[in-house]
């Protein structure tokens, strides 16, 4: 295989690392300094609106980007195919939304607020045709680039608008800045990467072979938002701004994410028809995942009370609960978020992950109907939890259908480990507190730094990890 696509790789993977630290500082700014300036309620309008606009988004979305991300064939004329058809569906959306705009089903801003998504997803949508032909050539550290510059100008902007008193609007304005600077410079990056051409055969495949089938695990996925309007129902919108900003904070390593999906996902369609090539990719990211998120999940839950006042201020202490459940929830979508590209990509056979989007919705609806009224938003937070572990066991038992998941190597280590780096802390403590010193403030940094410590410890005298970190092998296979 071409060694320039492990150079690539290797490329993409630092650069995504580099620009998504700096793109989790602003994010992470951006969001404490609105949190101080806005009320709860403000973020409960805009998790709202969130909800109601993804029923418009729903219906619009037939899954064109993981069609284009694995279609084989003329690219250009695809990319032409791909534009027109994503620049209608924006625009449709757009009218829906004004047109539910006139009816009275939720409070006024909350309606204007669906037309302001409508507006920053019709932008997206006219982006994301260069994005995904840039991706699938690997050339993804100019894309990055291009998404740090809007993060940065789009919080930038909405910190002015919420100081001089925006007030809710000013989440609006983040969505709409971030989306059109997004769109500008994948345009002018990848313009020259796709004609204007409509290609009905082209439309037809990406219709039949992905459209259908995801647009009905869409409707299932968009149940999965359910929990903002059972929580605004049968409690109000204060209780769900601190859910929507609970949420946010315990899902902050998520973006992460980026580092582990953007550089691999091509590869999937690559290696359609090489499974163990598959397989030593699907394993090897699941490893490296394992090693960095424990560690850091316990930092955060440990932390979250004093975290959430330093960030965002005394008046979102309520929301702390359900941040620290939400860790789990957090945990458990690393290992769930990447598993649509070895099914879809990899295996090319998108029906089987609409078989777990359909059971993945309705068992999250049918929990939150009966923890909402019984716990409140505790009972929405371990909803969420015990839904996505069902999803993500069912998701990884038809991965292991197709390719060997080495189960044991990823999960009998890292629990040793952390057992290891407990009793070795507990030990430290104990032999402190007899000399008179309380070193229990510094759990959140001396847990997680041992359990990582002895993990690396481990893992770097292994063969297969050590050509993983490898200057010339970032993957554990050769390309």
């Not at 998941?405 to 507190?433: H, K, N």
Request: aromatic letters at 14%; proline letters at 4%; charged letters at 15%.
């Amino acid at each position: 295989m071409d060694s320039e696509i492990s150079r690539a790789t290797r490329r993409n993977a630092v650069s995504v690392a580099l620009t998504k630290s700096v793109s989790t500082v602003v994010n992470l700014g951006g969001s404490a300094l609105l949190a101080r300036l806005l009320a709860p309620a403000d973020f409960g309008v805009l998790g709202l609106a969130i909800f109601y606009y993804a029923f418009v988004n729903q219906l619009l979305d037939f899954g064109l980007d993981p069609a284009l991300l694995a279609c084989q064939k003329d690219l250009p004329l695809a990319g032409g195919t791909h534009f027109r058809i994503k620049a209608t569906l924006g625009m449709l959306g757009v009218f829906l939304s004004a047109v539910a705009l006139s009816m009275n089903w939720a409070p006024l801003e909350v309606r204007l607020m669906v037309m302001v998504l409508a507006v920053s997803y019709l932008l997206d949508n006219l982006g994301a045709t260069p994005r995904i032909l840039m991706e699938r050539e690997l050339a993804i550290w100019k894309l990055n680039l291009v998404e740090l510059v809007a993060t940065t100008t789009s919080w930038v902007v909405s910190a002015f608008c919420a100081y001089i008193g925006w007030g809710v609007w000013s989440l609006g304005v983040q969505k709409i800045v971030l989306s059109a600077i997004q769109t500008v410079g994948f345009l002018f990056l990848g313009r020259t990467r796709f004609t204007l051409e409509y290609t009905s055969s082209l439309a037809k495949y990406f219709f039949s072979k992905f459209g259908v089938p995801i647009w009905i695990g869409s409707w299932f996925a968009w149940l999965l938002q359910a929990d903002r309007l059972i929580i605004s129902r049968f409690l109000d919108l204060n209780v769900l701004g601190y859910y929507v900003k609970a949420y946010e904070f315990a899902t902050i390593p998520l973006i992460t994410m980026g580092v582990f999906l953007r550089p691999t996902s091509p590869l999937y369609s690559r290696f359609q028809d090489k499974t163990p090539d598959l397989a030593r990719l699907f394993n090897s990211v699941q490893l490296i995942k394992l090693r960095m998120i424990v560690p850091l999940l316990i930092s955060i839950w440990l932390v979250a009370e004093r975290a959430v006042v330093w960030m965002y201020g005394d008046q979102w202490l309520p929301c702390v609960p359900f941040a620290k459940i939400l860790v789990i929830y957090t945990f458990l979508r690393f290992f769930f978020d990447d598993s649509p590209y070895p099914l879809t990509l990899g295996f090319n056979a998108p029906k089987q992950f609409t078989l777990v989007q359909i059971m993945q919705g309705l068992v999250a609806v049918g929990l939150w109907l009966v923890m909402v009224p019984a716990w409140g938003a505790i009972g929405a937070a371990w909803g969420r939890v015990l839904m996505l572990l069902i999803a993500m066991m069912m998701a990884w038992y038809l991965i292991s259908r197709r390719i060997r998941v080495e189960w044991a190597r990823l999960l009998i280590p890292e629990l040793c480990y952390l057992l290891f780096a407990a009793a070795v802390w507990s030990v430290v403590r104990f032999l402190s507190r007899q000399a008179g010193v309380d070193l229990s403030e510094l759990d959140f940094i001396m847990l997680p730094s041992l359990v990582l410590a002895i993990s690396l410890s481990f893992e770097l005298r292994r063969y297969p990890f050590r050509r993983l970190i490898s200057a010339r092998d970032w993957l554990p296979f050769r390309l």
